[in-house]
């Protein structure tokens, strides 16, 4: 794997140079999982893990049939349980006239030394709500939209998650079938995510985050141990 590490930074570098001083829609969103001040008295896998943006969604507003999509992935990790789109990957989900999202399309590599992905998705209406979910296992640096209207971020938090590999998103073969996706699609509300690959035993998880994020006001919290 030292070898293939090699070839992603070189991949990074080649085009890290296509993506300077263009419009990142990344630089307007908040997308840090734990804040540094709270994971630097963790344990190492949470200090580790937390860089992952596993369970971030945020929206985007799109008027055309047709949306391109460039992403320049700074680090990925290779497991080898997961595939490159479980690892890697970033689902669309588009909004329907039922209010509800349904998945659309997965951006991944298709092989684990690329750190550069474009795709081109076609619409069939001219107005579309599109939700994006971020990977399990991969740091994103940029992220350019040929257009788009707005973005947000998913913040109506009602459900904080804590716990280890499984609620972090080890095993899934996309992001968007996480359980805690999952359940965040059914219920139309956003998802903390405090699972962290290994960092079984949660010696060291929820009295700082609950305390941290006391400001979320009402929600419930789920702990799943994983494994």
């Excluded at 997308?31 to 945020?58: C, H, W, Y």
């Excluded at 750190?115 to 399990?136: A, D």
């Excluded at 609950?210 to 009402?218: E, I, L, P, S, V």
Aim: charged share 20%.
């Amino acid at each position: 794997r030292g070898i293939i590490r090699i070839f992603q930074m070189i991949n990074y570098s080649i085009y890290k140079r296509k993506f300077a001083n263009r419009n990142n829609i990344l630089s307007k969103l908040n997308l840090e999982r734990l804040p540094d001040e709270i994971a630097r008295e963790m344990s190492r896998g949470i200090r580790v893990n937390k860089q992952f943006p596993a369970g971030k969604t945020f929206f985007v507003n799109f008027e055309g049939e047709k949306l391109t999509i460039e992403v320049l992935y700074k680090f990925r990790r290779l497991l080898d349980n997961m595939d490159n789109q479980g690892t890697s990957g970033i689902d669309i989900y588009i909004l329907t006239e039922n209010e509800k999202y349904i998945w659309l399309e997965t951006i991944a590599p298709s092989n684990d030394s690329q750190m550069y992905v474009k795709k081109v998705i076609y619409l069939s209406s001219r107005s579309n709500s599109l939700k994006f979910i971020m990977p399990s296992f991969a740091i994103v640096e940029s992220i350019l939209l040929s257009s788009y209207e707005s973005l947000n971020v998913d913040d109506d938090i009602k459900i904080v998650a804590y716990g280890s590999s499984v609620t972090h998103g080890c095993a899934a073969s996309r992001p968007g079938l996480n359980y805690l996706n999952q359940l965040s699609n059914i219920c139309g509300c956003g998802i903390l995510n405090y699972g962290f690959s290994e960092s079984a035993d949660q010696s060291d998880h929820p009295g700082a985050w609950q305390h941290d994020y006391q400001q979320h006001g009402n929600f419930r919290s789920v702990y799943h141990p994983g494994t």
